[in-house]
């Protein structure tokens, strides 16, 4: 099943050129066409500046395109009234981060359940869910820390705890490992892929390195605001 479709998607903004008086048009993303099926684990390549982060906040509800269309499942993303949109963005979409945004003075415990509070999820509910996602990520012992007290590893497994808890169909992570090693790049790699296989999520996944491209079901290079499929095997 087809779960985006993107239809003609360009984004560009518009600045005032200081010294010749005019407004320019920066193009970021062009006319741009793209399907992702439901479950695919999709890795968007690209060096910095090319609109990445801007393709996933797109797809997440949070940036609107210029022109064309984006739809979600049969739903244009942005034809819908805003209560809709919301619901999307809050049941819909699990987002993960290069830099975690954890809430520094909140426990572990607290920064996951967030999203289930802002959807006034009952607390035993939304309590057994947290406990069981930390089993799983292997951080059930560090529930009552605050993110002071983790590693970088750690922190991106508590984002993913997050992003999971209110059971999104759809993981959209931004550089997620921009700023670990290789161990735990690996480790966050192996999760995303276990939480395709097992909790049949779809994965998009964006960053500036193809070596961790190994997982993905899909490659797509970003080039001039195109996208360009890569051969995987
Ligand atoms: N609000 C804005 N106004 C003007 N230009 C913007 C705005 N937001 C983003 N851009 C421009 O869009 C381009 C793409 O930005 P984006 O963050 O999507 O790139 P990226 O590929 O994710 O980069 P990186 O890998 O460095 O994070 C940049 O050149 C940036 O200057």
Redesign the pocket.
Same mark, same amino acid.
Do not use: A, P
């Given at each position: 099943m087809e779960l985006y479709t993107l239809n003609e998607v360009s984004?560009y903004?518009e600045?005032w050129n200081i010294r010749t008086r005019e407004k320019n048009i920066?193009y970021?993303i062009k006319n741009l066409n793209l399907t992702i099926k439901d479950n695919e684990f999709i890795v968007v390549v /690209?060096?910095? /500046?090319? /609109?990445?982060?801007?393709?996933?906040?797109m797809l997440g509800g949070i940036e609107k395109p210029s022109a064309g269309s984006i739809f979600y499942t049969n739903k244009e993303l942005y034809q819908c009234k805003e209560s809709e949109m919301e619901g999307y963005r809050r049941k819909e979409i699990g987002f993960i981060f290069q830099d975690y945004r954890l809430l520094d003075e909140m426990t572990v415990r607290e920064n996951i359940l967030v999203p289930q509070i802002l959807d006034g999820a009952r607390s035993t509910i939304a309590e057994r869910k947290m406990k069981k996602l930390t089993k799983v990520l292997g951080i059930s012992e560090k529930k009552d820390y605050y993110p002071y007290e983790l590693s970088g590893g750690e922190k991106q497994r508590v984002a993913i705890c997050r992003a999971l808890i209110n059971e999104p169909k759809v993981i959209l992570a931004?550089?997620p490992t921009g700023n670990l090693d290789t161990f735990n790049t690996e480790l966050i790699l192996e999760i995303l892929l276990r939480i395709k296989i097992e909790l049949k999520k779809t994965i998009i996944l964006?960053t500036?390195d193809k070596g961790i491209c190994k997982f993905a079901d899909r490659i797509i290079e970003?080039k001039n605001g195109k996208l360009q499929e890569q051969n995987i095997k």
């Open positions: 984004k903004y600045r920066n970021v /690209g060096k910095s /500046g090319i /609109g990445k982060t801007t393709l996933l906040k931004d550089e964006v500036h970003m």
